[in-house]
C-alpha cells in the first residue's frame, strides 16, 4: 500500500528530494551555521536565554532546518512568528514549517495572509500550488503555479511544476509549451538543474502518449546520456524502444530500469516492519 | 547531469521544428448514448443482514489483516436461474484461527429478496476470511465454492442438493498462507477447471509490531507523517499457488513446474485469468501490493513466464510499482485484445493498460480520464456495460486504509463513494454521483451480475467494519441486452476461457468468460452484451476453450441465452 505518486514525484523526480516545498534561500551569513552543530547549540543557549527574543528563534529556527531537523525548527518558526511582526520571509517559512509537520491546512492559511499582505509572493503562490496538488486537485494547483510564474517569468521550479500538472491533466500543449519555457530558462541550483532535465523526460513521456515514440526514443537517448541515474527514463526509452519494434533494445532499457527500481529505497507508506 | 550548451541548442531546435505527433487514434464511437446510468441503493428490504467484521473496529485497527476487508461471490448455486450471493467475513486476532466463520450464503429469488440459508448450506467457513471464487470443478452440474483465508484454502464441493461438503484436504486444496483473491480458469485447456489463488504476507502478529507503538515507529510504519499499520511492504510476501485439476475431484500443487514460484515473492491482492495474445489459452494478471504486478503469460505446455515488465504492464506510466488491489481484464476499446484495469492508491490513478494487439499495453490511465480517481483508494473493479450502448463502462470500489485519514487535510477520506466511469468512445468520464454512488464506505470487494434478472449489470459491495451495499442498475433508457450462459462439454462445463463474440446493429461487442477478476470476488458467470438499439444479434461466435467454434445466427434481444458446446 505504498504511494508512490505523490506530491514528492513532482517536487523533482531525482536530486535533491525535499519535501516538494521550495525553501527560501537562508541568509548568507547563516548558511554555514546551518552545518554546524556547535552554532545550533549556540543558538539554542541564546534562545534559552532570551526566549522573547524573535530574531534568536527564528534564527535557530533556520540553522535547525538547514540541518535538516524539521520538527525540532517548527516550534522556534511558531515562537518567532508569534514575536514578531509579520514579514514575507517570515510567514513563508512559517507555511514550510506547517507542511514539515503535516499540517497543511495551517500551512494553507499562513500562505495565503502572506498572499493578502503580498500578492506576487511567487514562492508563496508556488507551494500553494504544492499544497492543492496534496490534495488531489490538479486543475487548482496548475491555477496556482500559472499564477507564481506570472508573478516571476524566469521561476524554473513553478514552471516545471505547471508543466507537470498541465501534462497531469492531459494539456499535452500546454505542457509541452512550458517545459520549452524550463529548457529555455538558466538553472541557478542543482534542483533547476535536475528540473530541466526531468523536463526532457517529461516531453519524451507525452510524445509517448501521443503516440510518437520516434520522438520520444531521441529525447530519451539524450535523458540517459545526461542522467543514467533518472529513474523513469529508462523505462521509457523501453516503451518507445517496445513500440518501434526494437524489442532487443528495450530489454536492456527495462532491465537496466529494475536494477535501477532494486537500488532504491522501498520508503513511503506502510514501509518498514521486518519481521 | 548538465546540457552542454551546444546539446541544449540541437534539443530545442530540434523540439521546436518538429510538429507534434496526432493524438492517439481514438476507438470507433458506440451506439447512442442512453440516460446516465442510475444505480440505486437496494440494499434495505433485500433481507441481506451482513455486516463486515475486520479485527478491531475504525481506529482501533493494529495491524494489516484488519485493513484489507472482504469480497463476495455471484452464483447460482441452487441452479435455479437466479443468483445467489455469498459474502466472506473476516474476524478479530482474539479469536481462534480455527473459530467457525461467519461467512453468508443468501439463496436470491430473482426479485431482489435473498433468505439466508448459510446453515443448511455448511458454508459459514473458518478462521478469517478474505476471498471467494466460484466454479464447477468437477463438472457435475453445479458450482463449488473457493474460500481464501488468512491461514489456509477451503473448497465447498456442491452435494447438488443445496449442501455442501469441505473437501479441503480431499482435494489437494492444502496450500497454507494468507489467500486474497482467487480465479478457476483452465490452465490446460484440459476440459476441467484449475485453481490460481493470490497471496499476500507470510503474516505472524507475534513478529510485527502494533500501529503507533514505538516500535513501529521506529520501523517507519507512516504514512505521510501518520502512524499507521504496518506493511506490506518490510513484511515477508506469500508466494501464490497454481492448482492443477487431476480430473477426478482432486488437485495439485502445480507452482512449481509451472513455473510460478518467485525468488522473491510479491504481495498478491487480485487475480484475473484471460487470454490477452489472443493464442487461446488462459494467461493470469496479479495486481500486487507496492511491488511489479505480474503477468504470467501460458507457454501452453503447462508453464508459466512472467512479461509483466516487458509487456509494460507491471509498473505505472513512470517505471513505478503502484499498490495494486483489484483488476480486470476486458476489451474496452472494442479492438478485439483484452486491455487491463488495475486498481491502486490514493495518489496514485487507477491504471488502463491498453493492449497493443497483443504483444506489449500502453499505460494510458492519464489520457483516457483516469485522474479522478487521483483521491480515491480503490479495490474491486469491473469493465461492464451499465448503460447497455455497446462498450464497457468501468465500476471501482473506492475507500481508504487508515481510518484516521481524515485528520490530516490530504484530500482523501476514510469513507469514500464509489465511482462509475462512463465509456464515451475510448474516454472514461466519471458519472455523476447521485443515488448510490453518493453512498460513502470505506468500500472492498466488489462483485457484479444481473441479480434481478432484468438483463443489466448489478453490483454488490462489501464495506470494510459496516454494511455492504447492493447496488440495482435502474438505468433510464438503457440499451437493448443479451446474456450468454454457457455449458462446455469437451471444454469446462463453465466455459471459462470461450471467447464470444456479437454483431449487432453495426456494433461488434468481445466477452470473455474469465477467471477471477474484481477484488476478493467472483462475478455472474453469465456474459452481458449491451446492444445500443439492436433488437437482434446477427451473428453470435463462440470459440470455446477445446478450441471448437460455434456460430448462432438471428438471435432476438432481451433474453438468457443458455448456450451448449456441440458434440
Redesign the interface.
Given at each position: 500500500?505504498?504511494?508512490?505518486?505523490?506530491?514528492v514525484?513532482i517536487a523533482l523526480a531525482f536530486?535533491s528530494a525535499g519535501a516538494g516545498e521550495q525553501t527560501p534561500s537562508v541568509p548568507p551569513e547563516e548558511a554555514p551555521a546551518a552545518r554546524s552543530t556547535d552554532k545550533i547549540d549556540a543558538l539554542e543557549a541564546a534562545v534559552r536565554r532570551n526566549p522573547n527574543d524573535p530574531a534568536s528563534q527564528y534564527r535557530l529556527a533556520l540553522a535547525l532546518r538547514g540541518a535538516d531537523r524539521r520538527a525540532d525548527a517548527f516550534p522556534h518558526f511558531v515562537a518567532a512568528s508569534e514575536l514578531a511582526p509579520p514579514s514575507s520571509d517570515l510567514l513563508l517559512d512559517l507555511g514550510i514549517a506547517y507542511s514539515d509537520?503535516?499540517?497543511?491546512?495551517d500551512a494553507e492559511k499562513t500562505y495565503r495572509r502572506l498572499i493578502t499582505l503580498d500578492p506576487s509572493n511567487a514562492r508563496a503562490l508556488h507551494n500553494m500550488g504544492n499544497l492543492a496538488l496534496?490534495?488531489?486537485?490538479?486543475k487548482e494547483a496548475a491555477d496556482w503555479y500559472g499564477r507564481a510564474v506570472a508573478a516571476r517569468p524566469a521561476y524554473l521550479l513553478a514552471q516545471y511544476h505547471l508543466a507537470y500538472t498541465q501534462?497531469?491533466?492531459?494539456r499535452?500543449?500546454d505542457a509541452?509549451a512550458t517545459y520549452?519555457a524550463v529548457?529555455?530558462s538558466e538553472p541557478s541550483s542543482g534542483r533547476e538543474?535536475?528540473a530541466?532535465?526531468d523536463s526532457?523526460y517529461q516531453?519524451a513521456?507525452i510524445?509517448?502518449?501521443?503516440?510518437?515514440p520516434a520522438?520520444a526514443e531521441?529525447?530519451l537517448a539524450?535523458v540517459v546520456k545526461?542522467?543514467p541515474d533518472h529513474?523513469?527514463a529508462?523505462?521509457?526509452r523501453?516503451?518507445a524502444l517496445?513500440?518501434l519494434g526494437r524489442?532487443d533494445e528495450?530489454?536492456a532499457e527495462?532491465a537496466e530500469?529494475?536494477k535501477i527500481?532494486a537500488s532504491r529505497p522501498?520508503?513511503?507508506?506502510?514501509?518498514?516492519?521486518?519481521? | 547531469?548538465?546540457?552542454s550548451p551546444g546539446?541544449?541548442a540541437a534539443?530545442?531546435a530540434?523540439?521546436?521544428a518538429?510538429p507534434?505527433?496526432?493524438?492517439?487514434?481514438a476507438p470507433a464511437p458506440a451506439a447512442a448514448k442512453p440516460a446516465e446510468p442510475l444505480l440505486a441503493d437496494a440494499t434495505a428490504g433485500s433481507g441481506i443482514a451482513y455486516r463486515n467484521v475486520s479485527g478491531a473496529q475504525g481506529r482501533g485497527k493494529g495491524w494489516?489483516t484488519e485493513t484489507i476487508g472482504a469480497g463476495a461471490a455471484w452464483l447460482d448455486y441452487d441452479g435455479d436461474g437466479s443468483l445467489d450471493l455469498y459474502i466472506v467475513n473476516g474476524s478479530t486476532h482474539e479469536r481462534p484461527a480455527d473459530t467457525p466463520g461467519t461467512n453468508r450464503l443468501y439463496r436470491g429469488d430473482g426479485r431482489g429478496r435473498f433468505t439466508d440459508v448459510t446453515q443448511k448450506a455448511g458454508v459459514a467457513g473458518r478462521g478469517w476470511g478474505y476471498g471467494a471464487a466460484a466454479g464447477d470443478y468437477d463438472n457435475d452440474g453445479d458450482t463449488d465454492l473457493l474460500v481464501t483465508t488468512l491461514r489456509s484454502d477451503i473448497l465447498y464441493r456442491n452435494n447438488g442438493d443445496g449442501t455442501f461438503a469441505d473437501v479441503s484436504q480431499k482435494a489437494g486444496i492444502t496450500g497454507s498462507g494468507w489467500g486474497t483473491s482467487a480465479a478457476f480458469f483452465d490452465m490446460d485447456n484440459d476440459g476441467d477447471l484449475d485453481l490460481y489463488v493470490a497471496r499476500y504476507v507470510a503474516f505472524?502478529r507475534d513478529?510485527?509490531?502494533r500501529r503507533g507503538t514505538k516500535e513501529?515507529i521506529a520501523?517507519?510504519?507512516?504514512?505521510?507523517?501518520?502512524p499507521?499499520?504496518?506493511?506490506?511492504?518490510?513484511?515477508?510476501p506469500s508466494q501464490d499457488t497454481l492448482y492443477r485439476n487431476n480430473g477426478n475431484g482432486s488437485f495439485t500443487d502445480v507452482s512449481r513446474e509451472a513455473g510460478i514460484l518467485l525468488p522473491a515473492a510479491r504481495y498478491g491482492l487480485g487475480v484475473v485469468t484471460g487470454d490477452y495474445d489472443n493464442d487461446g489459452d488462459q494467461d493470469v494478471f496479479v495486481a500486487d501490493?507496492?511491488v511489479p504486478n505480474l503477468l504470467w503469460r501460458n507457454l501452453g505446455n503447462g508453464a508459466f513466464r512472467d512479461v509483466g515488465?516487458?509487456s509494460?504492464c507491471a509498473?505505472?506510466?513512470?517505471?513505478?510499482?503502484?499498490?495494486g488491489m483489484g483488476t480486470d481484464m476486458a476489451d474496452y476499446d472494442d479492438d478485439g485484445w483484452l486491455d487491463i484495469g488495475v486498481t491502486n492508491?490514493?495518489?496514485?490513478?487507477n491504471s488502463i493498460f491498453r493492449s497493443?494487439s497483443g504483444?506489449?499495453f500502453?499505460d494510458?490511465s492519464?489520457?483516457i480520464?483516469m485522474?479522478a480517481s487521483?483521491?480515491d483508494l480503490s479495490w474491486g473493479m469491473g469493465f461492464h456495460d451499465f448503460d447497455q450502448d455497446g462498450d464497457q463502462d468501468l465500476f471501482i470500489a473506492n475507500g481508504h486504509?487508515y481510518p484516521d485519514i481524515d485528520d490530516?487535510?490530504?484530500?482523501?477520506t476514510f469513507n469514500q463513494p464509489n465511482t462509475l466511469y462512463v465509456n464515451e468512445g475510448g474516454r472514461m468520464r466519471a458519472a455523476p454521483r447521485t443515488a448510490g454512488l453518493e453512498v460513502a464506505r470505506s468500500f472492498r470487494g466488489a462483485a457484479f451480475g444481473d441479480y434481478d434478472n432484468d438483463g443489466d449489470v448489478d453490483v454488490f459491495v462489501v464495506a470494510l467494519d459496516g454494511a455492504p451495499l447492493l447496488l440495482r442498475n435502474d438505468t433510464p433508457a438503457a440499451g437493448s441486452w443479451l446474456q450468454v450462459s454457457l455449458r462446455g462439454r469437451a471444454s469446462n462445463r463453465d466455459g471459462v476461457g470461450a471467447r464470444v463474440t456479437a454483431r449487432a446493429g453495426g456494433l461488434r461487442v468481445l466477452r470473455e468468460r474469465k477467471g477471477g477478476g474484481s477484488y476478493l470476488s467472483a462475478s455472474d458467470p453469465r456474459l452481458h452484451f449491451g446492444l445500443g438499439g439492436a433488437t437482434k444479434v446477427e451473428t453470435l461466435e463462440i470459440r470455446w476453450p477445446s478450441g471448437r467454434t460455434q456460430t448462432l445466427q438471428e438471435v432476438p434481444a432481451g433474453r438468457i441465452l443458455v448456450v451448449r458446446e456441440p458434440e
Open positions: 500500500m505504498n504511494s508512490a505518486i505523490s506530491v514525484l536530486g509537520v503535516g499540517r497543511y491546512d496534496r490534495r488531489g486537485d490538479a501534462k497531469f491533466l492531459g499535452y500543449d509541452m520549452m529548457l529555455k538543474q535536475a530541466r532535465t526532457l516531453m513521456s510524445e509517448l502518449a501521443r503516440g510518437a520522438r531521441a529525447l539524450e545526461i542522467a529513474p523513469s529508462h523505462y521509457a523501453g516503451q517496445r513500440q524489442d528495450a530489454r527495462f530500469h529494475m527500481l522501498m520508503g513511503g507508506a506502510s514501509a518498514g516492519a521486518a519481521q | 547531469m548538465t546540457l546539446r541544449r534539443l530545442l530540434a523540439l521546436s518538429a507534434f505527433a496526432l493524438a492517439l487514434a494489516l505472524d513478529k510485527v509490531p513501529a520501523r517507519t510504519c507512516l504514512y505521510k507523517t501518520i499507521v499499520v504496518c506493511g506490506p511492504l518490510g513484511l515477508p501490493d507496492s515488465v516487458e509494460l509498473l505505472s506510466a513512470e517505471g513505478d510499482p503502484q499498490a492508491f490514493s495518489q496514485e490513478l497493443q504483444r506489449f500502453n494510458v492519464t489520457s480520464g485522474q487521483y483521491s486504509v490530516y487535510g490530504l484530500g482523501t
